[in-house]
């Protein structure tokens, strides 16, 4: 089954860059999870680009956060001008229907660690207007604004600011990395749908990176989803198959959450897959077991394309309210 792919989180911009900084890979073909050319062979295709950082992500100390993220951003956004036959920067649920609609992959921008801004909220206006549409608000780490699900922790003074200006400038929020503590302060001060854009079922293997059922049903309700993460390390056992992913899918749907799961892939971001899954290209794969385990055509639509953009439509939507 080709569906159109709306997928919530990639790694891919790191991956484009070697440690110095400077253009190692080209988008259009690459030995990696993403690019163009296999990307292109999907009906349609919306691919959300993490620009991904952490305090400490340069051991030899020659390259800032701050730095790492504007290679990523300056970098990618030369790969979408040279290819801009194949890809267009979108900033909205409109300007994403525009470019599939013409043919074209859809590269929308999110922001996974502010350690690229400095943890600074003052700095949101400016990310939003380069059409930046979700942000994380830690990684792995405890920061100047949330504990992670590592370190535990809830979110700060700056971490609320943090989430309120996010919210004014139309960015979705992303609470996947973040500690359950985070969470729930998250959701008692939200305005708007929260997600987890690359977080599976803790019911279903129970790790902290996973949510639990609690946290799912919170998000359903924010009018939020949760991106099916393919990383086997939070799948479950070994061997992990497509058909562990889709484990996770039906529990979720077992928790009347049809409405509220989309895909969080985590290409260029994971060494382990499952198995029949390569990269881009085996989205299709994966919608070809869902309707195998029983799965109705429009849910797995509903998945794979409908629920992430309809989250995107109402973060615009409450921005302008």
């Known amino acids: 089954m080709n569906l159109p792919v709306f997928d919530l989180h990639c790694d891919t911009a790191l991956e484009l860059l070697d440690s110095q900084c400077r253009p190692v890979e080209r988008l259009k073909r690459r030995r990696g999870h993403i690019d163009l050319e296999r990307g292109g062979k999907l009906p349609a295709y919306a691919q959300l680009f993490a620009f991904f950082t952490t305090p400490d992500m340069d051991a030899t100390g020659r390259f800032s956060p701050e730095m790492i993220f504007d290679a990523m951003l300056s970098n990618l956004q030369r790969e979408l001008q040279e290819n801009r036959d194949q890809i267009l920067q979108a900033r909205t649920p409109a300007e994403i229907r525009q470019a599939v609609d013409g043919g074209k992959i859809a590269a929308v921008f999110s922001l996974e660690g502010p350690a690229g801004i400095g943890f600074d909220p003052g700095r949101l206006e400016e990310l939003a207007a380069l059409g930046f549409c979700m942000t994380t608000l830690t990684w792995n780490e405890c920061n100047p604004l949330a504990g992670s699900h590592k ?18 400038y139309g960015m979705a929020l992303d609470v996947s990395h973040l500690s359950d503590e985070g969470f729930w302060d998250v959701m008692d001060i939200t305005c708007g749908p929260v997600s987890a854009s690359h977080s599976n079922s803790r019911k279903v293997f129970p790790v902290s ?43 979720w749907l077992d928790l009347d959450g049809g409405k509220h799961i989309a895909l969080g892939g ?12 390569e990269g881009v290209q085996s989205w299709p794969a994966l919608a070809r077991r869902l309707l195998e385990r029983g799965l109705e055509e429009e849910t797995v639509g509903n998945i794979f394309w409908n629920n992430a953009i309809g989250v995107m439509e109402c973060a615009v939507c409450d921005h302008a309210k």
């Open 209 to 251: 990176r996973n949510l639990t059922d609690e946290m799912f049903q919170a998000i359903c309700q924010t009018g939020g989803v949760a991106g099916l993460n393919l990383y086997t390390g939070f799948l479950g056992e070994e061997p992990v198959t497509l058909e562990t992913a889709c484990r996770h899918v039906l529990h």
């Open 266 to 277: 985590d290409l260029d971001g994971i060494s382990e897959m499952p198995a029949g899954f």
């Open 151 to 168: 370190t535990g922790g809830g979110l700060t003074a700056r971490g609320k600011e943090y989430v309120r200006r996010a919210q004014s």
